[in-house]
């Protein structure tokens, strides 16, 4: 749902964005930039957040952004989750270069696109970064116990 809302917004907003708003987006993926090459994680989510808010409200469909908005506020807290696996913050600013891209020149179907792989791929990175997090655990040990997993891969050989 949230790549078809994300999709439809970017569409419409390749179709009316105003010089205001181009350059309020413009300076939003710059910080971003700025985050990246910084390595600051959290100042990089705070921005992304603020790049997507800022899409949705932009394309003037109230009930969009309203319901994109909603749904998205859930999920903040796990999204957060997808810069922790390095890589994930520059890939996700490379997409959003070309989704801006695609919004300047007004090609509403390509931002549409662009918008819909950005946020399925944001979903797979999430995921992604949760399996990361389960294998290392997977592989710590308490003190005292033994690593089973470490065990079974004993036994194979």
């Given amino acids: 749902m949230n790549a078809v809302l994300f999709g439809h917004a ?7 964005i105003t010089k205001a708003q181009d350059a309020e987006l413009r300076v939003i993926v710059a910080r971003m930039d700025e985050a990246v090459e910084a390595g600051r994680r959290e100042a990089f989510f705070a921005v992304n957040v603020l790049f997507h808010q800022q899409l949705v409200e932009f394309c003037g469909n109230h009930p969009l952004r309203d319901v994109y908005l909603e749904h998205t506020r859930k999920l903040l807290v796990l999204r957060r989750r997808s810069f922790d ?3 994930n913050m520059q890939a996700a ?11 300047l020149s007004g090609r509403t179907e390509q931002a549409r696109r662009h918008a819909e792989v950005h946020t399925r791929a944001g979903q797979a990175r999430y995921l992604s970064s949760v399996a990361h997090v389960s294998a290392a655990a997977d592989n710590r040990t308490m003190p005292g116990e033994r690593n089973h997993h470490a065990d079974d891969r004993e036994d194979r050989r």
Avoid: F, M, T
Avoid at 10 to 16: F, K, Q, T
């Fill in 93 to 103: 600013n490379h997409e959003h270069h070309r989704l801006l891209e695609a919004i």
């Fill in 85 to 87: 696996v390095v890589g």
């Fill in 10 to 16: 970017a569409a419409l907003l390749a179709r009316s």
